[in-house]
């Protein structure tokens, strides 16, 4: 046995007694203290009750809109926005699969033929012809001593599910998106139709006061308060209409497809309703199902492992490597050749001095995981304000809602009273336009509160984490 198969063999011995060494900080999940239960009072259907995952998963199916779950199927099947986050889960992926594969040894393979003439002693025409034929195969392995590429592999891990995560994060947020600007779109149609019955209504009480001018029964001053009226109502057409093309286009681009080519949604339809009741579970649960925080966590765990890649520069390296090739002076003869040339090598490299660039480069990996964490910390508080914020938002909307339809409906009866009065000849014009303008106000208002009551249940589904698992996400790993 030669002094470098001596060497290569120790070498292998030390590599098994620290197998199990990895310098570093070992990750360890951050503890967190999540409340009993939401600060916000369980009001307007809500209940404390965990929902269960397939609920969670697919919440608009509780509005009961087939229109609306066909076109979230094609926002996932076709957004580009999910497209790229499902490219970057991809490209995750690949560096996950390098940083395992430096862990293992490298095999190369070279070959080589080699003509030559050597001349007479005479002069430089004649002579022999010589031909050599070779074959090497060359290995070499960077032995993981201290564990930096066990840890690079950690951290490759961590972005992985970083990466996986944040796939699901765009997806909630995707899917919010589309149900909020949907029913944005049946809002702006509910209240062009709302404009265009008032604009009915008050050009009959325009012909009515015409009449009544022209009778003699009023003055000028009614027909032209009426027609002012008209005419403010009907100012608010464009701005309706603009609206709704608007939130159309918005809409068309979330599923991936050219501006105008909705052309499903010409047709008016009902704004969403609500179900019955809606469960939220408790504050732990969001903070297990947000995709958001989890991503935090993972980047946590990719940052501490980062600190274990930078502190194995600080010990020496080892590697092994072997040669074994093979010569003759003909091809076929290559596999009997006449000469063969075997080696193995072990090395060893430590940095002695670099004027602390290592040691800074730990505290680097250091910052960077404490703010990870301070990250991972903060999402999780955003996190809790979000779904606070959105329980009293989604509760109170209601209340508004309930209030705002008994004064619709005491306005309705207000303005045909108003009406029929004026023309009997019982009150004056400015009632009327007192009760028409109201009218048209209030059943503006709860339209869009309508709109606002499924718009924050939706914002509701999407600060507690809702529609990341479904089948069509793409997301099979």
Not at 82 to 106: H, I, N
Not at 192 to 202: D, E, G
Not at 426 to 452: G, H, K, M, W, Y
Request: net charge negative.
């Amino acid at each position: 046995m030669t002094e470098t198969t001596k060497l290569a063999g120790m070498v292998l011995v030390l590599v098994l007694l620290l197998a199990g060494c990895a310098v570093g900080p070992d990750y360890r999940t951050p503890e967190v203290s999540a409340p009993a239960a939401w600060h916000s009072t369980m009001k307007g259907g809500l209940k404390s009750v965990s929902p269960e995952a397939a609920q969670l998963a697919r919440w608009w199916d509780g509005l009961d809109d087939p229109q609306l779950s066909r076109l979230i199927d094609q926002a996932v099947a076709n957004n580009p926005d999910l497209k790229l986050a499902q490219a970057r889960l991809s490209e995750a992926r690949a560096r996950r699969g390098v940083s395992a594969a430096d862990r293992f040894p490298t095999l190369n393979a070279r070959a080589g033929a080699n003509r030559s003439r050597s001349s007479e002693e005479t002069g430089f025409g004649g002579g022999s012809i010589g031909e050599t034929w070779s074959a090497q195969f060359d290995a070499s392995w960077e032995l993981d001593v201290f564990g930096g590429k066990r840890r690079a592999l950690e951290a490759a891990d961590a972005s992985l599910e970083a990466s996986r995560e944040d796939l699901r994060d765009v997806q909630v947020s995707l899917l919010a998106e589309v149900a909020l600007n949907y029913v944005e779109l049946r809002s702006y149609q509910a209240r062009l139709a709302i404009a265009l019955s008032n604009l009915a209504t008050q050009t009959e009480t325009w012909q009515i006061a015409r009449w009544r001018h022209e009778a003699g029964l009023t003055t000028q001053l009614d027909e032209d308060q009426a027609l002012l009226n008209l005419e403010q109502t009907r100012s608010q057409l464009p701005a309706l209409q603009t609206g709704l093309e608007q939130s159309k286009n918005r809409l068309a681009v979330l599923l991936g497809r050219k501006p105008g080519e909705l052309t499903e949604l010409e047709a008016p339809a009902a704004i969403p309703h609500i179900p019955v009741e809606v469960a939220v579970g408790i504050p732990a649960d969001t903070l297990r199902n947000r995709p958001d925080l989890r991503r935090a966590e993972r980047q946590l765990a990719a940052a501490t492992a980062q600190v274990g890649v930078a502190t194995a520069a600080l010990y020496p390296n080892f590697s092994l490597s072997g040669t074994l090739g093979l010569q003759a002076l003909s091809s076929a003869n290559l596999l009997q050749a006449s000469a063969r040339m075997f080696s193995v090598a072990a090395n060893a490299g430590w940095v002695l001095f670099d004027a602390g660039r290592i040691r800074q480069n730990i505290e680097v990996q250091n910052a960077l995981q404490q703010q990870a964490l301070i990250r991972y910390e903060s999402a999780v508080l955003g996190a809790l304000r979000d779904v606070e914020n959105a329980l009293v938002a989604y509760a109170e909307e209601q209340n508004r809602r309930v209030a705002l339809a008994a004064a619709v409906q005491a306005a309705q009866s207000a303005a045909g009273l108003a009406a029929s009065q004026y023309a009997a000849g019982l009150i004056d014009f400015q009632a009327v336009l007192d009760t028409q303008r109201s009218l048209l106000n209030l059943q503006d208002q709860l339209s869009q509160s309508e709109a606002a009551v499924t718009s924050n249940l939706a914002r509701l589904y999407k600060t507690l984490g809702g529609g990341w698992a479904t089948e069509a996400s793409g997301d099979k790993s």
